[in-house]
């Protein structure tokens, strides 16, 4: 029982923890490589609480054994991009149309890798226990 305890804990802190750090690094990574600005979070959601619910969720299906998680995550990733797709996009400067499709690549990439990690984080548990 302990066993089981010990491995539904790591793979908690594979998703939430090693998930959280990892994909804040590699978005700012990202960005940085862009030649892009830090975006200030006055007016949005903070990213760090969306990426704990989407791996939370990747998780939670993983380790339930949900029938057909795949497409529960799917269905996520989708719904938030889309949500957030057109929300902001300029129109005139080709400078700023360019800067938003780049930022929407780098969003789209961050989310994969976020997810990636509660997947792992939930493979773990689904397989050792």
Not at 46 to 58: A, D, M, N, Q, S
Not at 65 to 74: N, R
Not at 105 to 112: D, E, L, N, P, T
Request: aromatic share 12%.
């Amino acid at each position: 029982m302990l066993e089981v305890v010990l491995l539904a804990l790591a793979g908690l802190l594979v998703a939430l923890g090693a998930g959280h750090f990892v994909t804040n690094w590699f978005h700012g990574y990202l960005t940085d490589r862009s030649g892009l600005k830090a975006r200030s979070s006055a007016k949005r959601l903070p990213p760090w609480i969306t990426g704990t619910f989407e791996r939370t969720l990747t998780f939670a299906l993983l380790a339930s054994q949900f029938p057909d998680p795949h497409t529960v995550i799917l269905a996520w990733l989708a719904a938030k991009f889309a949500a957030n797709w057109q929300r902001d996009e300029p129109t005139g400067a080709p400078e700023a149309q360019m800067e938003y499709r780049s930022r929407a690549m780098i969003a789209v990439m961050s989310g994969i890798v976020s997810v990636a990690f509660g997947y792992v984080g939930g493979w773990i548990v689904t397989k050792h226990c």
